[in-house]
């Protein structure tokens, strides 16, 4: 009987000691806001974090936001306005430098429906479109970007505008002398 008083006492000291432990070493009663730091440059938001003993870490650089600076944060964790403790580290995802160079694809004897979901799905615009004579109705014969000339496999900027110069339909077949020749 003894043996168990003075197991229980042993026990009683031994979790009220870890729980002190606990509470000093875990900073328990300690809670940092963390700041918004959302389309924020990271030698401001550095600078924020640290006045408040907190430390950053830059997990990933995102496609290009146009409405977030470039090099900007755009996205957080924890989010802001969470409670943390001090030195904890805050995860950020920054925005691109600009718009990636992308392939153009070949839209030369396409249709404009056609055309249109081709180039939605590599993130670019159709821009102006102008018709000119030829057989086949809303038919690609040319693509321009800013007045000139491109090609596909050229390089361009994701969600550049691709102007279309297509076929109005209202040509019809125009046998030449050489063709009537040769016809039985």
Known sequence: MKQIIIALIVTVIVVFAVMKWLNSTTNHDQKIQVPDLTKKLVNKAEAELEALTLTY?????VDYKPDYP?????QQDPLPKAFVK?????YIKLNAGGYDDINLPDLIQKTKRASESMLKSVGLEIGEVTY???LAKDVVLEMRQNGKKVKAGDKVKKASKIDLVLGDGKT???ISDDDRDNMP
């Open 57 to 61: 870490v830059i997990v990933d650089t």
């Open 70 to 74: 470039a090099y900007a944060i755009v």
């Open 132 to 134: 000119k004579p030829y």
């Open 86 to 90: 001090e030195n904890r580290k805050i």
């Open 172 to 174: 019809g077949y125009n």
